[in-house]
């Protein structure tokens, strides 16, 4: 499972691969935008551009990577960031997401595991 990702796209790029609606579009970015650059190493709890999709369209907006289940009392305490497919409506850190329907899409240029001194694999 990935711990890490690359995101090489603008945010203005990123509305057109989204075919986001130009009415999301501020002429002049708000803070969170204006501080999105291309990123090659995005590491868990790190704001990252996310679509969303409200109302019939498609929106991004900046997001904390990770997940936090509606039962933690604390952010950090049972956040996490990686899921297997198999099982997730079932588990209890993901189930209240799923059946909501909660999802969204990270975009990623590429995703990779760092490499440990001494792994042979």
């Given amino acids: 499972m990935c711990g890490r990702y690359t995101n090489q796209y603008t945010w203005r790029e990123l509305h057109r ?6 009415k999301y579009i501020r002429p002049v970015p708000q803070r969170s935008e204006a501080g999105w650059t291309p990123k090659y190493n995005i ?4 704001q990252i551009p996310v679509v969303t999709f409200e109302n ?5 907006a900046m ?3 990770g997940l936090v289940p509606s039962w ?3 952010i950090g305490k049972f956040s996490t960031f990686n899921a297997r497919d ?5 588990k209890p850190m993901f189930r209240g997401a799923w059946k909501a329907g909660r999802r969204c899409i990270v975009p990623a240029s590429s995703f990779y595991e760092w490499k440990k001194t001494g792994d042979e694999k």
């Fill in 17 to 22: 691969l989204y075919n986001i609606t130009e």
């Fill in 43 to 46: 590491a868990p709890t790190n």
């Fill in 56 to 60: 019939g369209e498609r929106r991004i």
């Fill in 63 to 65: 997001m904390r990577w």
């Fill in 72 to 74: 933690s009392k604390e």
């Fill in 86 to 90: 198999d099982g997730i409506e079932s």
